[in-house]
């Protein structure tokens, strides 16, 4: 390396150095994050991560939690709370004639014909759904087929979709999935890999608030135009926990100093004796229980007064 090269090397290494020092990070060796930031990280363009925390505190720190993962579960049981299939409105919703099959044991469908010709989605079971922030930038694995009859043809449509706190994300990918075939399929639940139904970008904003509870996540079922069986194999997702696991430490989750009446790693949750100002599936304040001094405990989410047992059988 010449005289020259060098000095523009030491040059570019000085200037990337105040760039970061410029954001996120402080310290004569750029060994610390700012405040309102946590998580330093070498591979974080701006060193590191700003604090969500729902905008309700600017005080957070990297979370000691730990990887886990989210198993789906195989049984023959029916009901809102396990597996079966839709379409991306949701609606309608099929749970008769899917069936366990093989070793290991599978969910098959195969009465595609005495349904409406749209795309078919599995509607993942209640493990996949209510506060799951701790899986954000984790990935969702699958692994699905699908049979066709001839002459029918492959569609491109959207693969996998996210949906809670009033917020839809899609993602989509690349590859066609050949009838007959076998595939495990991956993404991440980050910025980078879903985003809005028009296609739009998304933020790690978006991403953390629809999985800070989450009403559905659907995995694509039906591929052509000429599907006759789906199936679905298996699903994992990541997430993060307090306990000691055998997957090591998470990253990228933040741990908010929250205000009294809020609770959760970024302070998603309503604090005991306080729910929402308006029940429903968009983020509001929390606020107090209202139960006329009968109780100061109520759902979180709904704001329905938890009596006890000995004050009811006074009534």
């Known amino acids: 390396m010449n005289t020259h090269s060098l000095l523009l090397a030491i040059t570019l290494l000085l200037l990337t150095i105040v760039l970061l020092l410029e954001k996120h990070v402080e310290g004569q060796q750029c060994d610390k994050c700012k405040g309102s930031f946590f998580n330093l990280q070498s591979d974080e363009p701006e060193g590191c991560i700003p604090c969500f925390c729902f905008q309700l505190s600017k005080d957070c720190k990297c979370a000691d939690f730990y990887k886990d993962i989210i198993p789906?579960?195989?049984?023959?049981?029916?009901?809102?709370?396990?597996?079966?299939?839709?379409?991306?409105?949701?609606?309608?919703?099929?749970?008769?004639?899917?069936?366990?099959?093989?070793?290991?044991?599978?969910?098959?469908?195969?009465?595609?014909?005495?349904?409406?010709?749209?795309?078919?989605?599995?509607?993942?079971?209640?493990?996949?759904?209510?506060?799951?922030?701790?899986?954000?930038?984790?990935?969702?694995?699958?692994?699905?087929?699908?049979?066709?009859?001839?002459?029918?043809?492959?569609?491109?449509?959207?693969?996998?979709?996210?949906?809670?706190?009033?917020?839809?994300?899609?993602?989509?990918h690349r590859r066609r999935l050949e009838g007959g075939k076998k595939i495990v399929y991956g993404l991440k639940f980050n910025e980078d890999y879903l985003r809005f139904p028009n296609r739009s970008r998304v933020t790690r904003e978006d991403v953390m608030t629809a999985l800070s509870a989450v009403e559905s996540i659907l995995v694509r079922a039906t591929y052509s135009t000429t599907t006759t069986q789906a199936s679905l194999y298996d699903v994992k997702l990541e997430t993060a926990v307090k306990q000691e696991t055998r997957y090591g430490k998470a990253k990228n989750i933040e741990e908010c100093a929250c205000p009294p009446e809020y609770t959760g790693t970024s302070c998603q949750q309503c604090a005991r004796g306080y729910t929402r100002l308006y029940p429903g599936p968009e983020f509001s304040p929390c606020v107090p229980c209202s139960c006329n001094g009968h109780s100061k405990e109520c759902h979180p989410e709904n704001g329905q007064c938890l009596v006890s047992i000995y004050i009811c059988s006074l009534c």
Do not use: C
């Open 72 to 172: 789906m579960l195989i049984a023959m049981i029916k009901g809102p709370d396990y597996l079966r299939l839709t379409d991306l409105s949701r609606d309608p919703i099929i749970s008769s004639d899917i069936v366990v099959q093989g070793d290991p044991a599978h969910y098959v469908y195969d009465k595609f014909d005495k349904l409406s010709k749209v795309t078919y989605y599995w509607f993942l079971g209640k493990e996949f759904r209510g506060d799951m922030i701790t899986s954000y930038d984790g990935i969702l694995r699958y692994t699905v087929s699908h049979e066709m009859d001839p002459g029918g043809k492959l569609t491109s449509e959207t693969d996998v979709q996210l949906r809670g706190r009033g917020i839809v994300l899609n993602f989509s």
